[in-house]
Structures are given as structure tokens and as C-alpha cells.
């Protein structure tokens, strides 16, 4: 039996790609490294067995898109819950006023639970790190009629001979994060906070509630820093989290400090300049992610993969 068409990365945009293969009937198998598909859409169990979101805080789906159809039903199915429109704005001394946009969905079993629902039916092999694909295509050696690396692109480079990289992806610069879970004992900022933009402060860029957002009431925030915080403290993350507990603590006028913290590292976090094309495609071989469809978030990431995944489709 022929290989399927192979799309590397179980994210939300190589199971978008996926499903659009499938829906056209297209044969084809998704390989992840991780233990779980979600990629960047990562929900972590911690203290107590509770589930917490460290990658992506929230989702949009813009008015009348595909992607509103697929939230759509994930909130009719309980999978999804509209979170709000409306958050704080601080500076470095303080929140200082609210600002309201588009209404932003989270995930009471967290954003990775998503992505686990658009894998099933889907052939998704995990723990499965491929090495290389070369001009052919072939993925690790082996032949297949189209490869797709559905992953940030310097993570994708590093599967391709440069000649491939060059054209398919050429060399844009993507941005490190980190994320800092702090547990509280109790729930000790305004009920109505949310999350809080952070602007001009060289630590923290973005506090996130997520008792309030996955619908619990648990009393834990996450903290995403500045990209330039994270790159001083990739070789080290967890030595961050003091930093990050006082900014937070600052910001927010907090009057007690957390019982615990973890930090994530997220070397690749989001692109500094995303292209506006939907994806890229040479000689069989594909990208697709946050990196295409720009602005770089969640919507773009499954519009990218489930446009390649049609573009593949209607080439077969
Ligand atoms: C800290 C942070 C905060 C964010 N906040 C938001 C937000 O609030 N709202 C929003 O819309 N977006 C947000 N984003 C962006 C959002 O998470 C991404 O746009 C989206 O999840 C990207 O999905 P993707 O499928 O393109 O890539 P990814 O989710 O990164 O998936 C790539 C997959 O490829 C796999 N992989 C990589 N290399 C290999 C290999 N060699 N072999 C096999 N598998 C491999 C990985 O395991 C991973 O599962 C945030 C991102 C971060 C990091």
C-alpha cells in the first residue's frame, strides 16, 4: 500500500490540514514528537490534577469564517465556552484602564482538549520525532506523495536541506516567550479582571486568570514575559520565576504571594513578521501554522492548514 500524504506537526494547523485531506478523501497520517497533540495550544496538569493552559491563552474566530463554524460547534458541544471581550490595561505601575475586543473563547478542559477533538478519526502517530524530509518528497527516507511540516519555522528548517528552506521558508525571525503558572491559596485580584495587557514593562507582557477563563474559579494566573526577558532566561527558565512573580505581584497590587510556580519555555513562541499568504507549497512539500495567514494566532493556524490541506487535495 503507497505511503499517505505525511503532515508533520500535531498542532491545530496540521490537524486542520489533516481534516481537510480526509474530507476530501484523501489518504493521510499525522506524525507528532509530542505525548499529545496541541503543539503551542498546551494544557498542562498541575497541582490537585488541575488542567492549566500554558501556551495560548484564548482563541478568536472571526465574523462569518470557516474557523466561527468549527468554534461554534465546539461551544455547542460544551468544548468551548465564550470567555469574554474585555480586558484590563496596565503599565508598570498599575492597571490603568479596560479596553474591549473581539470575544475571546477558551476551554474548560483546557485549549489542547480542541485539538484533541479535531485529531479524532485522524491517523495521529505520537512520540514520533521525523528527522528529515528531502525533495522527493520522502519523510525520514521514506516516499510519500506530499509532505507538509506544520510547525513554527525554525523548527521546520531544521527537517529541510537548505535549498528547500530557502525557497519554501526563507529566513524570518521568530520570538521566544515564557509562561509562569503561579498558584495561589486563594483568590486574591478583582473578580472582573480577566487578564491584563501589559504594556511598556520589561518582564511581564500579558496575566492571563485562568480560573476565570477555563470557568473553574481556581485561584491561578499565568504570566506570559516580553520576548526580550525570555531570551536572558532560555538557558535558565525556571530562574525566572521570581522576576515574574514580583512584576505580576507589581502590576496587579497583589497582597499575597503564590504557593507555587512553574515556568514553560517556549523557544519559538510566535513569529515576528507573518506572511500574508495562506501557505507555502514547492515541489510537493508544504508549510503551514501561525507563520502563514497572518496575524499569527490560533484562526490563522487552522485557516493555513485547512487552506493547504485543500490545495493538496484538489492536486492529488
Ligand atoms: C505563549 C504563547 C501564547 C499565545 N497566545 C495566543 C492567544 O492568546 N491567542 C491565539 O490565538 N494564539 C496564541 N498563541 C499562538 C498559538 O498558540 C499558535 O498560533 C498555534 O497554536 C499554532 O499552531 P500550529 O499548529 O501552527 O503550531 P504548533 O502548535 O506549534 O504545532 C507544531 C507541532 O509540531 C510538532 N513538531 C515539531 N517538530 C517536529 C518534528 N521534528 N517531528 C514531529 N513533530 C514535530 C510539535 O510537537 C507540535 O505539536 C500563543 C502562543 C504562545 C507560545
Do not use: K, N
Amino acid at each position: 500500500m503507497p505511503s499517505p500524504v505525511t503532515v508533520v506537526g500535531g498542532g491545530i494547523a496540521g490537524l486542520a490540514c489533516a481534516r481537510a485531506l480526509l474530507s476530501a478523501g484523501t489518504a493521510v497520517r499525522v506524525l507528532d514528537r509530542g505525548h499529545r497533540p496541541g503543539g503551542r495550544m498546551a494544557s498542562r496538569t498541575m497541582r490537585g490534577g488541575r488542567v492549566v493552559d500554558i501556551g495560548a491563552s484564548y482563541l478568536t474566530a472571526s465574523d462569518g469564517s470557516p474557523f466561527a463554524e468549527v468554534v461554534s460547534r465546539w461551544v455547542e458541544r460544551g468544548l468551548a465556552r465564550p470567555w469574554t471581550d474585555t480586558f484590563a490595561v496596565a503599565g508598570p505601575g498599575g492597571v490603568e484602564r479596560t479596553t474591549s475586543g473581539p470575544v475571546r473563547y477558551a476551554a474548560p478542559a483546557g485549549l489542547r482538549s480542541l485539538v484533541a477533538d479535531l485529531a479524532a478519526d485522524v491517523d495521529v502517530r505520537r512520540e514520533h520525532t521525523v528527522e528529515q524530509i528531502r525533495p522527493g518528497p520522502t519523510v525520514d527516507g521514506e516516499p510519500v506523495p506530499a509532505a507538509v511540516l506544520a510547525m513554527p519555522d525554525p523548527q521546520a528548517r531544521r527537517l529541510l536541506d537548505p535549498g528547500t528552506a530557502g525557497r519554501l521558508l526563507g529566513d524570518r525571525p521568530w520570538e521566544p516567550a515564557l509562561a509562569v503558572v503561579l498558584g495561589f491559596d486563594r483568590r486574591c485580584w478583582p473578580a472582573d479582571l480577566h487578564g491584563v495587557f501589559v504594556h511598556d514593562d520589561e518582564t511581564v507582557a500579558w496575566i492571563a486568570d485562568d480560573g476565570d477563563r477555563r470557568g473553574d474559579g481556581a485561584p491561578v494566573l499565568v504570566a506570559h514575559t516580553t520576548p526580550g526577558f525570555a531570551r536572558d532566561h532560555l538557558a535558565d527558565p525556571e530562574a525566572a520565576a521570581p522576576a515574574v512573580t514580583d512584576a505580576v505581584a507589581r502590576v496587579l497590587g497583589l497582597d499575597a504571594t503564590p504557593g507555587w510556580t512553574t515556568v514553560h519555555r517556549w523557544t519559538f513562541a510566535r513569529p515576528t513578521d507573518p506572511r500574508p499568504e495562506p501557505y507555502g507549497l514547492v515541489d510537493a512539500i508544504g508549510a503551514c501554522g501561525d507563520g502563514w495567514s497572518a496575524p499569527s494566532r490560533v484562526e490563522a493556524a487552522w485557516t493555513s492548514g485547512d487552506a493547504l490541506g485543500r490545495a493538496l487535495a484538489e492536486s492529488a
